[in-house]
């Protein structure tokens, strides 16, 4: 593509100037920002309950199987429509969470327990143009302008509404979506779908941070749910967040014609297990000053892992989680990455750090973002109510 480094470039001196390198603006591991321990909140074999105040799913690692349904509006929905819409959505989700079908449910057998479902629920930048809704929008949340390098494609943009439905059990997941969108065609449709798959548990059962289909361990840097650090991160203080969702397309064919430290030197880590270059452990910290025998920069003045890390953004930090994706049109596939950042506050700590990956992350030479969605998450529900009600009631 016009204007994308050459090999040469990307892999040179660390100190030459990265200058007119490509971007993707959403590069594939971003947030990988600081050594701290990895989401450690391992689901399997369980029921995680829908109520709290926050929505729950957050929090929890990546899941096996996961689909993100995007909603446009009917013209007749209206701030009271939409109130309607969330009522249903509340109690679909407080059954399937549970095991139970939904009411209305068609196929109550495939409602099962112990699949670790989670649903989450978001709003687009549309909803808080309703009536009755202006002025409503969170401080923090807007649309994420299209990057120089994106290329984005309608049938991944955009929406009004979101649900990101996970579990453990694929039918478990594909039964949960059809409720929904069925409960919500009354006042919406679905304008995009997105599937995933994620897998964040290693050979002896215990958490892992995962690994993304370019073979990196992804989401390293990532603060550690419960903690401070990724309380500060992601919630606001009535338990609402926003997310971006990025769909980048991985070029693996090219990606694959690199050797294995080429690999290693765009993104600053270690393939084998996610260490820094500088060190041998996965979360151990970064060294951004370390020099090699030919006082060349260890880690690259381009490699995601120095771009990306708080020490370079102001301390600015997002929380990242990926899923996997695969899409077969006949003979062809086209693999890649669904990019999910939470963070409280879209506009400071999101936009900073992907125009500074939009400038010169290495990676941008072999990804390209297709398709790019904001959504404000609002807080969770407790038995006695439903999703939304803080804003819609």
Not at 57 to 77: D, N
Not at 168 to 178: E, G, L, M, N, P
Not at 251 to 273: H, I, M, Y
Not at 326 to 354: C, K, M, N
């Amino acid at each position: 593509m016009t204007g994308r480094p050459s090999r040469r470039q990307l892999f040179g001196y660390a100190g030459a100037a990265a200058a007119g390198a490509a971007v993707t603006g959403g590069a594939v591991a971003l947030g990988k920002d600081s050594a701290t321990a990895p989401d450690t909140a391992l689901v399997a074999a369980q029921n995680i309950s829908p109520y709290g105040d926050r929505q729950p799913a957050i929090a929890t690692a990546s899941p096996k199987h996961a689909e993100l349904v995007a909603f446009t509006m009917l013209p007749t929905t209206d701030k009271a429509a939409l109130g309607r819409l969330m009522r249903l959505w509340s109690n679909d989700i407080t059954a399937l969470a549970a095991g139970r079908p939904a009411p209305g449910d068609t196929a109550p057998e495939l409602a099962l327990p112990g699949v670790a479902l989670t649903i989450t629920v978001g709003f687009g930048p549309k909803v808080f143009g309703l009536p009755g809704l202006t002025g409503r929008k969170p401080h923090g949340f807007s649309e994420v302008p299209a990057m120089s390098l994106d290329r984005l494609q309608p049938g991944w943009t955009g929406g009004d509404l979101l649900i990101l439905v996970g579990a453990d059990d694929a039918v478990s997941v594909v039964h949960a979506v059809r409720r929904l969108v069925a409960d919500a065609a009354p006042f919406a449709k679905p304008l995009w779908r997105q599937t995933g798959f994620w897998n964040s548990t290693g050979a002896d059962g215990q958490p892992v941070t995962g690994r993304n289909l370019f073979n990196q361990v992804d989401g390293t840097g990532n603060p550690a749910p419960g903690t401070p650090e990724f309380d500060a991160t992601v919630w606001n203080a009535d338990g609402s967040t926003t997310l971006v969702v990025r769909r980048i397309r991985l070029n693996l064919d090219t990606w694959d014609e690199l050797t294995r430290s080429e690999q290693e030197r765009a993104v600053g880590r270690k393939l084998s297990n996610g260490a820094p270059l500088t060190s041998t452990a996965e979360h151990d910290e970064l060294d951004l000053e370390a020099r090699d025998a030919d006082n060349r920069l260890v880690i690259a003045k381009n490699a995601h892992a120095r771009l990306s890390h708080h020490s370079e953004n102001d301390g600015r930090r997002i929380f990242r989680k990926g899923l996997n994706y695969v899409q077969d049109t006949g003979a062809t596939r086209e693999s890649g990455l669904i990019f999910l950042s939470y963070q409280a506050d879209l506009v400071s700590q999101f936009l900073p750090l992907l125009t500074r990956l939009n400038a010169a992350d290495a990676l941008n030479e072999w990804t390209t973002t297709i398709g790019s969605a904001t959504f404000a998450i609002p807080p969770g529900f407790h038995e006695a109510s439903w999703l939304g009600e803080g804003l819609l009631s």
